[in-house]
Nanobody, 124 residues
Framework: QVQLVESGGGLVQAGGSLRLSCAAS????????MGWFRQAPGKEREFVAA????????YYADFVEGRFIISRDNAKNTVYLQVNTLKPEDTAVYYC?????????????????WGQGTQVTVSS
């Protein structure tokens, strides 16, 4: 069993930045690829980024366009999402997730675990 707890969301002005954190616990989390999704009001949950625990390969959705950076700290069992140059359309609940591979996360299939989400609100 893996537990995922997100934090770091909040209200920020357009152009600002936030660092979201996902703390993972559980005896087998090292075997999963970790990812971030987001869900805006009235829209489907969409893939944002993913990272493997080792060696830290990363994969991003096309819309990220270099504004977001996913990273991890193995010693703290934590995955981060640095979100920069935020736009009002980035407003959403951001979720952490774990799956067996990048393909599962990118296609949002066979997601093994979800966090509870953290709200990001960007004002114009």
């Amino acid at each position: 069993q893996v537990q995922l707890v997100e934090s770091g969301g909040g209200l920020v002005q357009a152009g600002g930045s936030l660092r979201l954190s996902c703390a993972a616990s559980g005896r087998s989390f090292g075997s999963y690829v970790m990812g971030w999704f987001r869900q805006a009001p009235g829209k489907e949950r969409e893939f944002v980024a993913a990272i493997s625990w080792s060696p830290g390969n990363t994969y991003y959705a096309d819309f990220v366009e270099g504004r977001f950076i996913i990273s991890r700290d193995n010693a703290k069992n934590t995955v981060y999402l640095q979100v920069n140059t935020l736009k009002p359309e980035d407003t959403a609940v951001y979720y952490c997730a774990a799956a067996a591979g990048f393909g599962q996360l990118a296609r949002k299939i066979d997601i093994a675990f979800w966090g509870q989400g953290t709200q990001v609100t960007v004002s114009s």
